[in-house]
């Protein structure tokens, strides 16, 4: 039996790992193993079994960058930050479910919010909390990444919780998760 929780907001960005600074990056569709552990620390239960997540559509924002570094302008005899402009494609309208082995950790997740990766991407939870089995969650329409190594798997990048090892997932995606407007 699962005990889920359903959180919605207003928009979200899934930095993928290979975009280190690229100038157009769209949000990943899933969340790696890090980033769950990130939201169990957050929630502090005591585990998050099986996630899904589904949106509405992308929408490609642009956002002011500047490096970290200063640089002298000799003639003008100032120091300047330069900038720059990213496109990231931010996925509008995601709704997560988190299911927990336990109905005390679900009670405790649905009174907190939580972030998908960057403190602007605020999820807010439903009151309810949906008990549920194994057939009912994989019912449920979404992107899930399962943390396993297997024929099909890829990398999905490395893990901050765990000396940076390299994390493996294979992606299901059940029903039409990308919801359209």
Known sequence: MYY???????????????AVRDSKTFSQQFLTPSIIEGIRQKLEVGSIVRHKLR????????????????????????????????????IIDPVLYLAFDTEEDAIKASKQHIC???NEDVLFPDAEIYAMNENEFNSLTGFELHFE?????????FNRFDNATPMYGWLEITGKPVLGL
């Open 55 to 90: 949106y509405s559509s992308i929408s490609v924002q642009q956002e002011q960058t500047q490096p970290r570094g200063w640089e002298k302008k000799s003639k003008t005899k100032e120091m300047v930050r330069t900038a720059s402009i990213i496109e990231r494609g931010v």
């Open 149 to 157: 190594e297997k024929e099909n798997s890829f990398l999905v990048g």
């Open 4 to 18: 889920t929780v359903k959180y919605k907001g207003p928009f979200g960005y899934i930095k993928p790992w290979t």
């Open 116 to 118: 998908l990766c960057r």
